[in-house]
T-cell receptor
Framework: NAGVTQTPKFRILKIGQSMTLQCTQD?????MYWYRQDPGMGLKLIYY???????DKGEVPNGYNVSRSTTEDFPLRLELAAPSQTSVYFC??????????????????FGPGTRLTVT | QKEVEQNSGPLSVPEGAIASLNCTYS??????FFWYRQYSGKSPELIMF????GDKEDGRFTAQLNKASQYVSLLIRDSQPSDSATYLC????????????FGSGTRLQVQP
């Protein structure tokens, strides 16, 4: 298994351009997440999905869009890129998702990240 | 008040010592707690999770949870230079959002 893969690894965008960050997992996980991590900071949740066709906003969704047409893929779309979107983007997945009060492991598998610069 | 709070560090300990990393959280209804390790330029990886009050041990790592004080900690015994990384605390809060809330991380430096 390749786990969670992300493309591209690096990208430089000009202000106002658009792009799609790709994320694919081959573990048949139902829950998938997009985070951004600014320098010296923790992870901020952008969007997440609990299954194909179902997505929901996280803490910082403005300026982004997602879709989930298959279990494997969860692309993140940036429209009209702004310098504030310069960050490292991580995609993650879990089999069961973050259920409250549950037993067992809810390990999140992270992709290698995409480093995006908007100038 | 931040939802999940950690001291940013750096926390510097000598090789072989015990490193103690702390995390407080604001939501009293939180149920699940996770510690991730992140090396510079890499993605986070799960070290431990804990759900019940008390201690949970896994090798050189011990997670401690005190729900009454809204406090979770990670102890690393016999610290090694390879433990030098940023440690992220993550909490599943008692909200409708089926996702974790992460702290900003504590940078640990183990001096040889």
């Amino acid at each position: 298994n390749a786990g969670v893969t992300q493309t591209p690894k690096f990208r430089i965008l000009k202000i106002g351009q658009s792009m799609t960050l790709q994320c694919t997992q081959d573990m048949n996980h139902n829950y998938m997440y997009w985070y951004r991590q600014d320098p010296g900071m923790g992870l901020k949740l952008i969007y997440y999905s609990v299954g194909a066709g179902i997505t929901d906003k996280g803490e910082v969704p403005n300026g982004y869009n997602v879709s989930r047409s298959t279990t494997e893929d969860f692309p993140l779309r940036l429209e009209l890129a702004a310098p504030s979107q310069t960050s490292v983007y991580f995609c993650a997945s879990t089999r069961r998702g973050m259920l409250s009060g549950g037993a067992g492991s809810y390990e999140q598998y992270f992709g290698p990240g995409t480093r995006l610069t908007v100038t | 008040q931040k939802e999940v709070e950690q001291n940013s560090g750096p926390l510097s300990v000598p090789e072989g010592a015990i490193a103690s990393l702390n995390c407080t959280y604001s939501d009293r209804g939180s149920q699940s707690f996770f510690w991730y390790r992140q090396y510079s330029g890499k993605s986070p990886e799960l070290i431990m999770f804990i759900y019940s009050n008390g201690d949970k041990e896994d090798g050189r790592f011990t997670a401690q949870l005190n729900k009454a004080s809204q406090y979770v900690s990670l102890l690393i015994r016999d610290s090694q230079p390879s433990d030098s990384a940023t440690y992220l605390c993550a909490v599943k809060m008692d909200t409708g959002r089926r996702a974790l809330t992460f702290g900003s991380g504590t940078r640990l430096q183990v001096q040889p």
